[in-house]
């Protein structure tokens, strides 16, 4: 008893405290810090998220809702609002109003398109699940779309490759088992992305998992929290192959709707774990691919190089990509970074001859083609560390020329290291890097 009094009186003072610092104002980096690793009290949540999100009183008093419907595809949206909410006897007719009123106003300020396939009603409906003024709600929304959703469906096709490069660095195994069944991963995952979750889960789960993703303030969280999902179900999709692969869609699908509120700050410490062995070049390289800013907002930040990987589709992508300055960084750095870079030049013979990187282990990949079994030999003897053991801790990155037409070895050797469920491998090209997670365990 003692003990659920202590619990409930630190909790009421962490409550009592978050609610001074927002009436004091503190700095954003300040309630980040105070409210990490917490769940945000339902009183308090709105006033949070906006802080967060960066809406501010004074611009929502000057805010007016346009209560004209005139959108070009008006009839749509009013028939998508009907079809989601039920009017088979005229009761829903105040909510059908405020919905399409409220998503109106949501597709004049974002000025787009309203798409029935972005199932904006799931991510209303959790708006509408906190006191919120309907302008509090339009800005909220448009404020989550600008920096967590896809904007478009090509955007959302972004997001659902990046996810599957994600699953194949950290679980190669599992990723197989989806490619070699011809499971389209988007199939499950889609809908999560679109609408951070709010269409599978409960409405108090999803407002847990959007209090973590405000704090932590990243928009890739939700890659994370997808991943954690997928790997815990991990045994029932490795027996896709002994049921009908729908089953386990569905139960892929239906998986968030599991969770509850009070499993969330559990979920996080999974998910932090798992974003800190990543690499991060991604959100560089492919933020604009699948949230949609635009091409001129980034051309400064990428050399030549990287621009020409960025333009490459996610789809063609063998692993994730990794910009150079992360690997120097690294090299450079090695008692500052999370992550441990060992380079693995896979050049010919003739581009090695002329000089490489201090430090990088000559791997020749023709030898793969002569010789599979001294192949297998010499690259177990990279995955081990000096003292015999495996070095789970490196990633391994495999140095290529630059130049498409010459990176054939590169490419056989990443294939080669991912079809024996490696993880933790990289790929060197020209001044990109790509990578491809590979475990040390056949």
């Given at each position: 008893?003692?003990?659920?009094?202590?619990?409930?009186?630190?909790?009421?003072?962490?409550?009592?405290?978050?609610?001074?610092?927002?009436?004091?104002?503190?700095?954003?980096?300040?309630?980040?810090?105070?409210?990490?690793?917490?769940?945000?009290?339902?009183?308090?949540?709105?006033?949070?998220?906006?802080?967060?999100?960066?809406?501010?009183?004074?611009?929502?008093?000057?805010?007016?809702?346009?209560?004209?419907?005139?959108?070009?595809?008006?009839?749509?949206?009013?028939?998508?609002?009907?079809?989601?909410?039920?009017?088979?006897?005229?009761?829903?007719?105040?909510?059908i109003y405020k919905f399409e009123l409220?998503?109106?106003?949501?597709?004049?300020?974002?000025?787009?398109?309203?798409?029935?396939?972005?199932?904006?009603?799931?991510?209303?409906?959790?708006?509408?699940?906190?006191?919120?003024?309907?302008?509090?709600?339009?800005?909220?929304?448009?404020?989550?779309?600008?920096?967590?959703?896809?904007?478009?469906?090509?955007?959302?096709?972004?997001?659902?490759?990046?996810?599957?490069?994600?699953?194949?660095?950290?679980?190669?195994?599992?990723?197989?088992?989806?490619?070699?069944?011809?499971?389209?991963?988007?199939?499950?995952?889609?809908?999560?992305?679109?609408?951070?979750?709010?269409?599978?889960?409960?409405?108090?789960?999803?407002?847990?998992?959007?209090?973590?993703?405000?704090?932590?303030?990243?928009?890739?969280?939700?890659?994370?929290?997808?991943?954690?999902?997928?790997?815990?179900?991990?045994?029932?999709?490795?027996?896709?192959?002994?049921?009908?692969?729908?089953?386990?869609?569905?139960?892929?699908?239906?998986?968030?709707?599991?969770?509850?509120?009070?499993?969330?700050?559990?979920?996080?410490?999974?998910?932090?774990?798992?974003?800190?062995?990543?690499?991060?070049?991604?959100?560089?390289?492919?933020?604009?691919?699948?949230?949609?800013?635009?091409?001129?907002?980034?051309?400064?930040?990428?050399?030549?190089?990287?621009?020409?990987?960025?333009?490459?589709?996610?789809?063609?992508?063998?692993?994730?990509?990794?910009?150079?300055?992360?690997?120097?960084?690294?090299?450079?750095?090695?008692d500052e970074t999370k992550l441990k870079?060992?380079?693995?030049?896979?050049?010919?013979?003739?581009?090695?001859?002329?000089?490489?990187?201090?430090?990088?282990?000559?791997?020749?990949?023709?030898?793969?083609?002569?010789?599979?079994?001294?192949?297998?030999?010499?690259?177990?003897?990279?995955?081990?560390?000096?003292?015999?053991?495996?070095?789970?801790?490196?990633?391994?990155?495999?140095?290529?020329?630059?130049?498409?037409?010459?990176?054939?070895?590169?490419?056989?050797?990443?294939?080669?290291?991912?079809?024996?469920?490696?993880?933790?491998?990289?790929?060197?090209?020209?001044?990109?890097?790509?990578?491809?997670?590979?475990?040390?365990?056949?």
């Open positions: 008893m003692r003990n659920n009094d202590e619990k409930e009186e630190h909790a009421f003072l962490w409550v009592t405290a978050l609610e001074s610092a927002l009436d004091e104002e503190i700095s954003l980096e300040e309630l980040r810090k105070l409210c990490s690793g917490r769940l945000i009290p339902e009183k308090l949540r709105l006033r949070v998220w906006k802080r967060l999100l960066g809406i501010s009183n004074q611009h929502l008093e000057s805010l007016r809702l346009d209560e004209e419907f005139n959108l070009p595809d008006q009839e749509a949206l009013r028939d998508n609002c009907k079809e989601y909410l039920g009017n088979d006897n005229g009761e829903n007719l105040p909510l409220l998503l109106t106003n949501i597709c004049k300020s974002n000025k787009c398109i309203y798409d029935p396939k972005k199932k904006w009603h799931s991510v209303l409906e959790t708006l509408m699940g906190i006191d919120a003024s309907n302008a509090e709600i339009v800005e909220t929304f448009s404020c989550i779309y600008d920096l967590y959703l896809p904007k478009h469906l090509d955007g959302l096709k972004a997001c659902n490759n990046f996810f599957r490069l994600l699953l194949l660095y950290h679980d190669p195994e599992l990723c197989s088992v989806f490619d070699n069944n011809k499971i389209d991963i988007g199939q499950f995952c889609a809908d999560w992305f679109l609408t951070l979750f709010a269409t599978s889960c409960s409405l108090e789960a999803t407002q847990s998992l959007w209090d973590m993703c405000f704090i932590i303030g990243d928009p890739y969280l939700a890659f994370f929290i997808a991943l954690v999902l997928v790997v815990n179900m991990r045994d029932q999709v490795l027996e896709i192959q002994r049921e009908e692969p729908e089953k386990t869609i569905e139960s892929l699908v239906s998986m968030p709707g599991q969770l509850e509120s009070s499993d969330v700050l559990d979920l996080y410490s999974l998910v932090i774990f798992y974003e800190v062995i990543t690499p991060q070049s991604f959100r560089k390289l492919f933020h604009e691919k699948m949230f949609g800013e635009s091409e001129a907002s980034l051309e400064q930040h990428f050399t030549a190089a990287e621009l020409d990987t960025k333009h490459i589709p996610l789809s063609q992508s063998l692993c994730l990509p990794v910009t150079v300055s992360e690997l120097v960084d690294s090299l450079q750095n090695p870079f060992k380079l693995i030049d896979c050049r010919p013979y003739g581009s090695t001859s002329s000089g490489h990187v201090p430090g990088a282990v000559i791997l020749d990949c023709n030898v793969l083609l002569q010789d599979p079994t001294v192949f297998n030999t010499l690259t177990e003897t990279i995955f081990k560390s000096p003292d015999d053991k495996e070095a789970p801790s490196e990633h391994y990155c495999f140095m290529g020329t630059g130049r498409h037409a010459d990176d054939g070895e590169l490419n056989m050797a990443i294939s080669y290291f991912l079809q024996r469920k490696k993880t933790a491998c990289f790929s060197f090209s020209g001044r990109i890097l790509s990578t491809a997670r590979c475990n040390h365990s056949q």
